[in-house]
């Protein structure tokens, strides 16, 4: 397995070639089905170059993100072995130690097994292909919950509880160990603790080779989590390769002072499935990178992270200073190579430890000795964002350390709600932006008290902003020291393509051609009644913004049903 994932840069082929796709973009665009369309069609295969336009008439090429190479199979094995009945903290341990691919460990339903549990390695040259060990309650999952379901909290009486009694992890898996399904189990903490540093660890975040990192893990319809008045930091801790989070609820994971997400991994290199999830934390919901990889060379990838509720309880905004946790944002990614987006929905983030962005994209060297790190490739599509401070950070280069460059990030058919400054504090803008090579930003709807697009620090390369239905408010699209509009693209943008938006509230002096200017609704959230489309004859021409579903695949996502109130 290769760990250093340099994203390929393909060409055209030969002159003829080059020439004969850049005739077809144009025709593509002429007629109508704009960049993104161009970009789907050519998506297979290395990175393609394809061509935009400069306000000024100027042809640019953008490469597009490549999706993930692979995905980790989910599908349940069957039992090929025994079915191994455990009924106490005491025998557990022992019969995983003693269990066999293909085996069953059947927790008693009810039981409270407390301890630190090692998922221990197992002789790989004795372990046939495909055989996993599966770890389950007795009374195996409700009814109300088949696979594709997501578990809630109401299932717990039926499950086997892992606790632990200290600092140290419930689950953790040993160096090299694989082929686990954990499904079906509550895992938390004793009501006596009062600290936790995380739930459930794959992987120490240490190892220097990928052959000490646990592999093929899946955990499945599993509730796990903290308590509401201890510190726990982590609910899993994903340094491992080709594993799993699916169906699961992880909530209660926060800490005084410091970070805390549902999920995190730093030295992993994937692939990863995360999906149809609760995910409840107050630092980063979740976050890849964070810390520098010890695997050199190591970047997490392909990713997928689809169906997720992500979410913040307002509860924890009204706490006292003193007793607060420390809250930053709902996802982010420092170090992260061809990861997908898609259909989840991000709920309630403030100004508190951080400054208020819902999304951050960035190239973080978190502690210097990981100079590779870099996000690319990243595709954010069919998302909800709402009652946040502001919406997407996407920052090129670590400012401290040196690293990679953000590049190729797809923002595409998201509807983003009540990015509201005087409410969640911050700046209520949709973007935040310096120094990154070939960013899209497509047919999104977003709702705001503040600015379109805030750029500062480096230009960036390559960038289209098409077919979105935005608030202007004061400043719409703001460079640091520039006037509005085209004067900061011209500044901050080497190469840029800005048409066929619906600018709320705007004029068309301080932009490019081929946008429009509809009246703006008062209320920064949408109204009832206002659409998420507008339509807007722009170099794209056909309708601006997200689709109009989008709310309601947030009903199907939202398991609670929660808004903020």
Known sequence: MSIAR?????????????????????????????????????????????????????????????????????????????????????????????????????????????????????????????TWITITSSAGLPASTPAGTRLTPAAAGALAKLASTNAEPTLRAAPGSGYYRLMGIEVTIATSVKTNYGLVRLGEGTEISTDQLPHDIVIDRCYIHGLAGSNVRRGIALNCAASAVVDSWISDCHEVGADSQAICCWNGPGPFEISNNYLEAAGENVMFGGADPAIQGLIPSDIRFIGNYCRKPLEWRAQQSAARWSVKNLFELKNAERVLVEGNVFDNNWVDAQTGYAILFKSVNQDGRAPWSTTRSVTFRRNLVRHTSSGINIEGRDPHNSSGRTALVLIQNNLFEDLDANRWGGEGVFIKITDTEDVTVDHNTAFGTGSIIIAYGEPNERFVFTQNVVRNNEYGVKGDGTASGTPTLKKFFRGYLVSGNAILGGNSSPYPPGNCFPPCPVSPGRPSGIKTTVECSGQQGGMAGCEPDLMTLADAVSATGSEAR
């Open 6 to 130: 340099s994203l390929m840069r393909g060409s055209a082929g030969n002159r003829n070639d080059k020439m004969m796709l850049l005739l077809l973009g144009e025709l593509m665009l002429v007629i109508g089905l704009g960049g993104p369309a161009l970009a789907l069609f050519l998506s297979s295969g290395t990175a393609v170059h394809h061509p935009r336009f400069h306000a000024g008439g100027r042809l640019l090429q953008q490469s597009v993100p490549k999706p993930p190479r692979s995905r980790v199979d989910t599908a349940k094995p069957g039992v090929q072995g025994r079915v191994i009945s455990v009924s106490s903290d005491k025998e557990l341990q022992a019969a995983l130690d003693q269990a066999s691919p293909g085996d069953e460990l059947a927790l008693k339903a009810g039981q409270t097994f407390y301890g630190n549990f090692v998922l221990p390695r197992k002789n790989a040259d004795r372990q046939p292909e495909g």
